[in-house]
C-alpha cells in the first residue's frame, strides 16, 4: 500500500476502479447457478478447488434428484460421492453437504438461516461461502474473498494483508455496503480476465490509470490483449457482443417494469 496516499485519496481511487470495472463488466454476477439459498449454499461448497462451470453441471444433476435440505439430509453417502466424483475431493464434499443438509433440517427447519453467525456454524461453510450465500440469495451486502479478489486487492492497494477476513475488513472501508456484493463480483471477474496471478494484461487493462502495480505484468498493448480470456479473449469479440446486448435488454425491461402502473 502507498503509504503517500491519504485515506481519502485511496477511497476515491478505489471507487474510480469500481466504476471502471462496472463499465467493463456490466455483465458481472455469480457465476454458480442457483434457484434459491440451499442451491446456492451446496453449490459454493462444491466450488472449493474446482470450476464453476463444473459446479453448475454437476449440481443439474444433483438438484434434479435431491431438492432440499430435507431430501438431501437422507441422501446415502456413497450415492453422492458417484454424483459428486467429477467436483475433485468428492468424499469430504459428500461428507460436508450431507452434514450440512443435517444440520439445516435438524437446527433450522430444512431452511438455510440468513445470518454470517449461524451460516459459518454450517458443516463445510466459512466466512467466504456465507458472504457468497448473504450478497447473492438474501442481498445483504458482504464482500467474498476469494484467491482473486485478494490478489486484486494487494495489487490495487486496497490491502497489504494475505488474511481473508483482514482483506474484508480493509476493503469494506472504502465503499459503502450497498457496492460490496457487485464490487467481489467485478473484481473476480477481473481477475479471472485480465488480471491473473501470474501475467497480468497491464497493457490492455481497463484500470491500470489507477492500479499502482502497473508493469508487474505485460505491458504492451499487442501482447497484453493476447492474455485476456474469455468474452475478452481475441476472437470473442461475438461473444462479448451478445453479452452486452442482453445486459442491456434486461435493463431496459427493469425499465419498463417500473414504468408499467400497478
Ligand atoms: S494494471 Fe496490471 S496489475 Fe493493475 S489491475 Fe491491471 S492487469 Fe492488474
Known amino acids: 500500500m502507498d503509504t503517500l496516499e491519504t485515506p481519502l485519496a ?3 481511487r478505489a471507487r474510480r476502479i469500481n466504476k471502471a470495472l462496472a463499465e467493463l463488466y456490466p455483465y458481472a454476477h455469480a457465476e454458480l447457478d442457483f434457484r434459491n439459498p440451499f442451491e446456492l449454499v451446496v453449490a459454493t461448497v462444491l466450488s472449493a478447488q474446482t470450476t464453476d462451470v463444473l459446479v453448475n453441471q454437476v449440481t443439474k444433476v444433483l438438484f434434479a434428484r435431491y431438492p432440499d435440505a430435507r431430501s438431501m439430509a437422507e441422501a446415502e453417502l456413497a450415492e453422492l460421492e458417484v454424483i459428486l466424483q467429477p467436483t475433485g475431493f468428492f468424499r469430504a464434499k459428500a461428507k460436508n453437504v450431507l452434514a450440512l443438509s443435517t444440520r439445516l433440517v435438524d437446527e433450522f427447519d430444512g431452511e438455510v438461516p440468513g445470518r454470517l453467525e449461524d451460516l459459518v456454524t454450517l ?3 466459512g466466512r467466504k461461502t456465507a458472504n457468497v450465500v448473504l450478497g447473492n440469495a438474501f442481498g445483504i451486502p458482504g464482500i467474498t474473498v476469494d484467491t482473486h479478489f485478494g490478489r486484486l486487492a494487494r495489487r490495487f492497494g486496497w490491502t497489504t494483508s494475505e488474511d481473508p477476513v483482514k482483506i474484508e475488513f480493509d476493503v469494506a472501508e472504502l465503499f459503502e455496503p450497498r457496492d460490496w456484493t457487485m464490487l467481489s463480483h467485478r473484481v473476480v471477474f477481473h481477475g479471472r480476465r485480465v488480471c491473473h496471478a501470474r501475467r497480468p494484461a497491464c497493457g490492455a487493462c481497463a484500470v ?5 502495480s502497473y508493469g508487474e505484468g505485460e505491458t504492451d498493448p499487442v501482447k497484453a490483449a493476447k492474455l485476456l480470456k ?18 442491456h435488454r434486461a435493463a431496459e425491461i427493469r425499465m419498463e417494469s417500473q414504468r408499467r402502473p400497478g
Request: hydrophobic share 40%.
Open 10 to 12: 485511496r477511497k476515491r
Open 123 to 125: 458443516p463445510g461453510v
Open 208 to 212: 491500470a490509470n489507477w492500479c499502482p
Open 230 to 247: 474469455y468474452e475478452l479473449a481475441p476472437g470473442k469479440e461475438a461473444l462479448l457482443a451478445q453479452l452486452l446486448a442482453e445486459t
